[in-house]
């Protein structure tokens, strides 16, 4: 389904938008008529970089800067941008992180980075939106969770639980605020070809597609597509689901 256009006057905000899923996101939205915050904490020129390609294809993009991972820091940058454009309709939890490493060779400095940035990040901009998502009485809120949230994986405990509370989230705030005309929910993608993925071995994407029935890495532009989706009015009775784009890896 074609999205393009049906999202002309809405503004969304989507955290950690300047590289892989997260740019596809912004992009796509872009295309579907929205005006784009693109958020960063430290790689402004990537950030710069989406903008740039949003407005020379026609679309309205503006980039902000705070750090999810601090609260203080989440309701100023969203303030700021909501006095720079009127309003956030749209609101993508993308950004996150991975510390990988066994149990017991996991440092507290790591596991609570992980959780701070994938669990209490996605809580802090929720907060901040909600009061004005309920005063206009509309909202989408997209939280991009994992495969790894709700199957596991040896070695990503802390993303593992940072993303399985994502899901938690999503449903509990789905049903706080659907009284007042805003959806939420989740989106889990499975092995996505990004930077990180581009980098592994042949012997381990080999291992990978064994484990996905349809035999291929995802794309970024496919997890877009998705967001795009939930973000739009066509998705106005789905909230609190959780909506895999996994090529069957998990059912």
Do not use: H
């Not at 002309?8 to 872009?30: F, H, K, P, S, Y």
Request: with cysteine; charged share 20%.
């Amino acid at each position: 389904m074609s999205t393009k256009g049906t999202l002309t006057d809405r503004v969304a905000l989507v955290t950690g938008g300047g590289r892989g899923i997260g740019r596809a996101i912004c992009q796509n939205l872009a295309a579907s008529g929205a005006t784009v915050l693109v958020n960063y904490s430290r790689s402004e020129d990537d950030a710069r970089s989406v903008v740039a390609e949003i407005v020379s294809n026609g679309g309205r993009a503006e980039f902000v800067k705070f750090d999810v991972g601090t609260p203080e820091d989440v309701e100023r940058g969203v303030n700021e941008a909501v006095e720079k454009v009127g309003k956030i309709d749209i609101l993508v939890n993308n950004a996150g992180i991975a510390v990988d490493g066994l149990l017991v060779r996991t440092k507290n400095v790591d596991w609570d980075r992980t959780i701070d940035v994938n669990l209490s990040g996605p809580f802090y901009c929720c907060r901040a939106v909600a009061k004005s998502m309920m005063k206009q009485r509309y909202g989408r809120i997209i939280n991009i969770s994992s495969i790894i949230g709700q199957m596991g994986n040896g070695g990503q405990a802390a993303y593992s639980a940072s993303k399985a509370g994502l899901i938690g989230l999503t449903k509990s705030v789905a049903r706080e605020l659907a009284s007042r005309n805003i959806t939420v929910n989740a989106v889990t993608p499975g092995y996505i070809v990004t930077d990180m993925t581009t980098s592994i071995t042949e012997d381990l994407r080999e291992q990978m597609l064994r484990n996905i029935p349809l035999a291929r890495l995802g794309s970024a532009e496919e997890v877009a597509s998705v967001v795009a989706f939930l973000a739009s009015d066509a998705s106005a009775y789905v909230t609190g689901q959780v909506i895999a784009v996994n090529g069957g890896m998990y059912m």
